[in-house]
């Protein structure tokens, strides 16, 4: 049960209102984490704003993703790893990518390497050696990826943290557990 009810789009009026009405328009439904986020719509515009800025990203949707599970596995986030497997799964990643991603790793070798980077950021709360950053560039991701890796995992760190306080029911696909 979730510890911070989500709110319902139709009874909710103001700046929440319009957000989860924006939200609905561009994917067609509104999942239950931003329902919740709506209690703050302060809250709820950071992850837009942060989450919309990658519209004109170096980085791919499908490498935000792999980064996405990476960070969410790490962070031991169910929701997320959930959501992310499923939206991952819609970009066309495979199964085996996104059971990669999870691990924090990649099949491409430069994938693999900002995967990996982003995993080690998060596990070591942005801490990474001289060595991990020489081998992300090493593998041929440039200072404006790497920039954009530490912005994604802020953003899924957020979103994680977030499903940790609030509990929002998983309304996607459940992931399977690691093999």
Known sequence: MSRIQPLDPEKVQGPARELLD???AKSGRV???FK???HSPTALRAYLGLSGAFAD??????VREQIALAVGEDNQCQYCVSAHAAIGKSMGLTP???QKSRQGRASDPKTNAMVAFAQKLSANRGNVTDQELAEVRKAGCSDEEIM???????LNIFTNYFNHVADPAIDFPQAPPLQ
């Open 31 to 33: 999942p239950n984490i």
């Open 36 to 38: 919740t986020m709506a």
């Open 22 to 24: 924006t939200i609905k």
């Open 57 to 62: 990203a170096t980085l791919s949707p499908a």
């Open 96 to 98: 085996e990518e996104i």
């Open 148 to 154: 954009e890796a530490i912005a994604a995992v802020a």
